[in-house]
Structures are given as C-alpha cells and as structure tokens.
C-alpha cells in the first residue's frame, strides 16, 4: 500500500468538495435553505457523514460555496444585455426577475447566518464585485463622486432594491401582484435617481 | 359533571391562547422563529401538546399572533416623540434602532413564511396600519397625490429601507459598522426627498 502524495490527496478532496457543493446546491435550488440536511447531502454524494467535514471546516463553508455560485449567477443575470430604461432601473428589473425565477437559491443568499463568525474574505469579495455592478451607473449620475462614496451608495441601493424586492415576491407584508412591484420599483428608481441628479 | 357552557369553553380557550402566546413570544424574542418547538411551547405553558391544536388553527397562527405583538411595539417605536431631522428620517432612525433592540423578534417578522397559504385578514390590517405611518409624510412631500400613490410609496419606501437595514444589520453582505449604516440611511431618506419633491 502507498501512501497518496499530498497532490493526489488535494485533488481527492477537491473532488469530494465538487460533489458535495453540487448535491448541496441541488438540494438548496429545490427546497431551500431549510431543506439541506447534512446525512442526505452525504448519502447523495456517496461518502460517509464525516467526510464532509474533511472537505469544509463545517457545513456553513458547504452553504456559502453554494451561495458563491448563486452570486455568480445571479451577477450573469443582472450583467444580461437586455436594455430598456436607464441603467439603475434595468439592474433593478433583472434582480426582481431573478429572485422570481430561483427563488430558494435566491433566498439561501440572505437566510444562512452565522451568528458570531466573521464572513470569510473570499466571500465578502465576491458580495463586492455583485455590488460594483452599480457603480458605474450610479458615477454617471453623480460625476466626480469619489470611489468610497459610489461604492457605499451602491451598497446602499442595492439594499433598498433587496428590501422592495423581498418584500413584494415573498409576499410576507401584505400581497402584491407581480405588476404593482414592476411599478413600484420604477417609481423607486425614478425617484431616486431625480434626487441624485 | 357539567358540561361547560360554550361561554365558559371559550374564555378557557382565550386564557389558553393568551398563555400559548406569552409563551412563543418569549421564546421567539429570546432565540428567534427557529428555536420555536411546540413541544417546548406546550410544557411551559402547562398544557398538552395537541391543546395548541386546539387553541389555534396550527403553529403559524401562534406565530402570527406573537408577530401582531411585535408589529405594535414596532409602531409604539416608530411613533415615540424624538424628533430631530425631518419625519421620514426619524422613521428610518426609529427603525434601524428597533431592529438592533429586538434583533430577535423583528427577524422573525421576515422569517416566518407560510407557501400557499394567504396571510390573514386581521394580520394585513395589522401591516397596513404600519406602513400608513409612512404616509403622513410623503404626503406633505408629495401635496395633492392621490390615497392609493402614498399607500404604494409608503409601502415601497418602507421595503427599501427595511433592505437598507436588514442588510446592514445582519451583516450579511459584507459587514457595516453602526456608524455607516446611520450614515447610510440618512444619505438615502434625504436622496428620496429630493426626488419627490
């Protein structure tokens, strides 16, 4: 018997990381958040309960590497060419469109906390780059802004976005048809953007 | 033995319900809408666990009923007289700092989600109430607009910042220290201002 050259380990567990962010992320894009279960996850990609935490330091790195890969797709879908209206409010129309078309990936992105640990940098990073996404319209309303300003006011815009979003598609404050949150995220955005002008 | 005038039955009925709610908001306020169990619920408040059934229509009514709770000492915050900037600015301030005093219960007004089941009548008016405070002052901001375009800005604009909190808050994309995010609402409440008036 030979041992395994820490090259072939790495990549082993590479593998098993593949697997188990997949089975994860199939399990999340079906059910949810709520429905993730780390004996399934396990059974699923065929390794034993343990295994997954020779792969991930605890379940919550499992959860954010499926996050990540939502934020990818969710930044595929607000950087998508279909253009009518101004920028903020394109941008606004795709997030509103995404969450409707995935929404349990879409909401794991905000139910999974982590009480008391810190975000890990790589993760934080990528939240980043998805918010960067409205700097760029946002410098042309406001021209000379410098970068720090852009960057907080697009975090910001994103949030209010988020918020209008979440509370219209899930209908948790009171139901709205999916037409009336078309309309009020224009009228949000219109109104923001004349008071940034 | 007696049999017990529906008169009598009923008030048993209301002082179970009224102890079974006492209970659940003591606990979501503690450990928030996940730590909820209706087993724990039933031993605190003395009673089997089917009594619940009997009391309420199932667990998500027990839980509106403590967020109808919570909803009132949202709007006991949102009302209370500390003025400083103008009114929509105080809302926001009033808001942001009830989500820090009562992480707990105010999540779980966003948490509980019940899919394919309509939010009731009772609760929605409940909800109305709250975004009606918002009202008030978009009207003077907006002098002449029609009843049914401040209900949708009043409840769009209270989405917006609710994201602007949440996020900021939870920490969940990126970290924001309590200072930026102030700083943050402020920025925003006086950028929607200027653009509706």
């Not at 906390?113 to 975000?119: A, I, S, V």
């Not at 890990?120 to 946002?138: G, I, M, V």
Request: charged share 25%; glycine share 6%; hydrophobic share 45%.
């Amino acid at each position: 018997m030979t041992k395994p050259s820490p090259d072939a380990g790495k990549s082993r567990r590479e593998q098993l990381r593949e697997r188990l962010i997949a089975v994860a992320e199939r399990s999340i894009a079906e059910g949810g958040l709520s429905a993730l279960r780390a004996r399934d996850v396990a059974t699923q990609a065929n390794c034993a309960l343990g295994a997954i935490y020779t792969a991930f330091a605890d379940l919550d790195e499992l959860v954010l590497c499926v996050n990540a890969r939502t934020l990818a797709r969710l930044e595929a879908a607000l950087t998508s060419p279909a253009r009518d209206g101004g920028e903020l409010l394109r941008l606004a129309r795709a997030y509103v469109n995404y969450a409707r078309d995935e929404g349990p990936r879409w909401r794991a992105l905000f139910e999974h906390r982590m009480p008391g640990k810190p975000l890990p940098e790589w993760y934080a990073q990528e939240l980043d780059h998805l918010f960067s996404l409205l700097e760029a319209p946002l410098s042309r309303l406001l021209p000379g802004a410098p970068k720090e300003e852009l960057h907080a006011r697009a975090r910001t815009l994103f949030s209010a976005v988020h918020g209008i979003v979440l509370i219209g598609v899930e209908e948790k404050l009171a139901p709205t048809s999916a037409k009336a949150l078309d309309a009020a995220l224009e009228e949000f955005i219109a109104t923001v953007e004349r008071g940034l002008r």
